[in-house]
């Protein structure tokens, strides 16, 4: 069955970095549109990045400069590197799968994805 483990989360000062990683399988990895949501307390879960099969990305409006996606085809992993880290960026950190192969086009409603990791806490504190 597909499976998707994130780790990398932790307790970063603001400024900080982290890289949280996400280790695929079970699936066909090339073919599907993998993402990064985020889910603080109290509030719903929103996108943060996604890379589809053809590395085309999409970031939320939030991150972009500061967050880059990437994913290594050979390992199975995407990755979300994270800069500048602030206290609002403090939530869970989920990584999915998207429902439909072959989508160049980065689909960022949580819908449009089937398969979820555990998620893993970042918190960044001020």
């Known amino acids: 069955q597909v499976q998707l483990v994130e780790s990398g989360g932790g307790l970063v000062q603001a400024g900080g970095s982290l890289r949280l990683s996400c280790a695929a399988s079970?699936?066909?990895?090339?073919?599907?549109?993998m993402g990064w949501f985020r889910q603080a307390p109290g509030k719903e879960r929103e996108f943060v990045a996604a890379?589809?099969?053809?590395?085309?990305?999409k970031y939320t409006d939030s991150v972009k400069g500061r967050f880059t996606i990437s994913r290594d085809y050979a390992k199975n992993t995407v990755y979300l590197e994270m800069k500048s880290l602030k206290p609002e960026d403090t939530a869970v950190y989920y990584c999915?799968?998207?429902?439909?192969?072959?989508?160049?086009?980065?689909?960022?409603?949580?819908?449009?994805?089937?398969?979820w990791g555990q998620g893993t806490q970042v918190t960044v504190s001020s």
């Open positions: 999915a799968t998207a429902r439909r192969k072959w989508n160049a086009i980065v689909v960022i409603a949580p819908f449009e994805y089937e398969y």
């Open positions: 079970g699936l066909t990895f090339s073919s599907y549109t």
């Open positions: 890379v589809a099969w053809n590395g085309n990305i």
